[in-house]
Every structure is written in structure tokens, then in C-alpha cells.
């Protein structure tokens, strides 16, 4: 049975993961609404093909909520979500639509999560994250968890975007000079960036990763109750962990505005993002390790399709579920996707295997 409502709508349609989650969409027989603040951009995709469109600002509350109507479940997939989730989160809410997007950002979750007491109120599934941040991270931890039922610390190695994303890409340039933040004894704490670091070995190569304020540190900790979480993640560029580690000492430079503005321009000198070559040749890797207080420690390896191609793949499946009401009945406020759909559900998309170490 169906959702309330009609229709998905996906906001920030026409941008480059935007477009991936819409071909997805239509792959899997759903008509979404396209949709996003420019009307020019909208319109092309809604005659490309052939959706109905939609363009509002999300600065304009009354004209978000309008542009709802008859939308049961809303994807967001424009970033910054800084800026874009809360409104939008705000307009479903007033609308009665469920809200998804794809997400990685830890305060963006964080903020979200508080606010699962209106939307179960409401009977709404508030769940961000849909994409490769964070659905395999997310079910490869429920899956450690139920290795090592007494789990205490849990540490993620990822390596996932060897090209980014002009998007992705603006992500960590705002990120430059913040500290690293981990989950310890169920609190956000700060670290240096640059001062965590791990090396492991996969297939015969040597990973360097460094310490980032990944999704998990709020999406992990919720799925599992694990107190202590960090994320590690393999930066392709040549030097980027030194670099990062540089920018970690120095805040005030990386995060002066006209430094921002410059480096926000010379990203958009970047591809969009990498081609469907590329995305049909790549891999994701995800290295999980579990430790308990008795010294026991398990680890597990989850491969995955490249990020970008994962993201629509995924975002358009749980966007499938939850308009077609696939759901369990207590699905209202907000949920990680590896709560709601369990450990194995990465398992369920071609190319992904998973495999104890």
C-alpha cells in the first residue's frame, strides 16, 4: 500500500548526483517529480525526460510547503546540505511527506535526529543518508555489531570517492582547517585534523587513511550503541594527508572567507564528477574493526560499486520503499537505513559482496 500522497520529488534534480538518482529512479519504475530552485535547470530535465517539474526556493517557507503538494516522499539531493536540509526537512514536515537525502555530514545528521519526536508525531520517516554515505557504512556496522554484541569501539577505513564530485568536493574545502571529530563514550569530541591516522592492508595494497568527521560518527553510533567510533578515509590526491594535517594547524587561514572563495573557485574548475566509465569501473571499500572490553576484536570487508553510481542506487531504492510503503510500522521519526532495513540490505544491489577478515 502506498504512502499518503502521490509522488516522490527529488530536490536538486538536475546536479550531478541528482541526475544519477533520477536515471535510477526510472530504472526502477518510479515517475519522481523533478525539482530544485532553479526554474531554467528544472524545466530542461523535466523535458529531457519527459517528469513533471518543479523549481522553489527553499528561502521562501510558504512556497517550499506549496510546492509539496501531492508529494508523499521527498529526496534531497542538494548540497550544501548545510544550508538545504533543514528548510526542506521543515517543508515535509508541514507538507506531510516523508524526507531522505544523501547526506555525509555529521552536524546536518545530528541536527536532523533531534527532530525525530515531530515527525513521529507525525507518522514521517525522517531518514538522511540514503546514499554511499552513509547505507554501506552504516550496514556493515550493524553487521559488526552483531558479530561482537558487546562491542565498545568501532573504526571504519573507507576508501570510496577516488574522483570527487564538484559537490563533494566543496564538502572539503569547508571542512579545511575544522578538527576531526570522533565519537567517544557516546559524545562528539574533537580532534586535530591530521593528528589520526591508520594504515591497512587490502588485496596486497598498503591504505593510508586519515581521521575524518565522517556520517558514522552520528549514524553509527544510533544504529548500534557502539560509545566510540571513528572514521578513517583514503584520500586519492598525491600529499592530501600531509596537507590536511598542514591545514588542521593553521584553522584560521583554510577558513578565512576569501581563501574559501578562492579555492570554491578553482573546484568549480573541476569535472562535475567521474563518467560513466568511471563509475562502472570503480570500487568502494570498507574496512570495519570491533573491539570489546575483553580484548575480543572482530573485522569485516564490505566491496562495494563505485560511490557515486552506489548513491543512486540506493537512494532510489529506499526512495521506492518508502513511497510504496514498505515499511515496518514503526518506521516514524528518524532512522538510519541499516535500523530500518537491517544489516544485509547493501547486500541486495549488484556488486556488493561482504566478507569476514
Request: hydrophobic letters at 45%; proline letters at 6%; a neutral charge.
Amino acid at each position: 500500500m502506498a504512502t499518503r500522497g502521490a509522488q516522490l520529488l527529488v530536490y536538486g534534480a538536475y546536479g550531478y548526483s541528482g541526475q544519477l538518482v533520477v536515471e535510477a529512479a526510472l530504472r526502477r519504475g518510479l515517475r519522481p517529480v523533478v525539482a530544485g530552485r532553479s526554474a531554467d535547470r528544472a524545466a530542461a530535465l523535466g523535458r529531457q525526460t519527459g517528469l513533471e517539474h518543479r523549481a522553489f526556493s527553499l528561502d521562501d517557507a510558504a512556497a517550499a510547503h506549496a510546492a509539496l503538494d501531492g508529494v508523499a516522499v521527498v529526496l534531497n539531493c542538494a548540497g550544501p546540505f548545510s544550508q538545504t536540509a533543514a528548510p526542506l526537512a521543515t517543508a515535509c514536515l508541514a507538507a506531510g511527506a516523508h524526507y531522505l537525502d544523501i547526506t555525509g555530514e555529521y552536524p546536518v545528521i545530528e541536527a536532523l535526529a533531534a527532530r525525530t519526536t515531530a515527525f513521529a508525531r507525525a507518522g514521517l520517516l525522517l531518514m538522511p543518508s540514503v546514499g554511499a554515505d552513509v547505507v554501506p557504512s552504516d550496514c556493515l556496522a550493524l553487521h559488526m555489531k552483531e558479530r561482537l554484541p558487546q562491542a565498545r569501539r568501532l573504526e571504519l577505513c573507507i576508501r570510496l570517492l577516488e574522483l570527487p564530485s564538484r559537490g563533494t568536493a566543496n564538502s572539503f574545502v569547508e571542512a579545511l582547517g575544522k578538527p576531526n571529530v570522533v565519537r567517544a563514550g557516546g559524545e562528539l569530541v574533537e580532534r586535530r585534523m591530521g593528528a589520526d591516522s591508520r594504515s591497512i592492508e587490502l588485496d596486497g595494497e598498503r591504505l593510508h587513511m586519515i581521521g575524518i568527521p565522517w556520517g558514522d560518527i552520528a549514524t553509527a553510533w544510533r544504529t548500534t550503541g557502539i560509545p566510540d567510533i571513528a572514521v578513517f578515509m583514503r584520500l586519492a590526491l598525491p600529499g592530501a594527508q600531509p596537507f590536511m594535517a598542514l591545514a588542521g594547524r593553521s584553522r584560521a587561514i583554510w577558513q578565512w572567507p576569501p581563501v574559501q572563495r578562492l579555492l570554491k573557485r578553482l573546484v568549480q574548475k573541476l569535472p562535475e564528477g567521474p563518467d560513466a566509465t568511471a563509475r562502472a569501473s570503480g570500487h568502494a571499500d570498507f574496512v570495519a574493526t570491533a573491539s570489546d572490553a575483553a580484548g575480543n576484536i572482530a573485522r569485516s570487508h564490505l566491496r562495494t560499486p563505485e560511490g557515486y553510481a552506489l548513491t543512486a542506487e540506493t537512494a532510489s531504492e529506499i526512495a521506492r520503499r518508502v513511497l510504496a510503503g514498505e515499511l515496518p510500522a514503526d518506521h516514524a521519526g528518524f532512522r538510519t537505513p541499516a535500523a530500518l532495513f537491517g544489516a544485509d540490505f547493501i547486500l541486495g544491489f549488484e556488486g556488493v559482496s561482504r566478507r569476514e577478515l
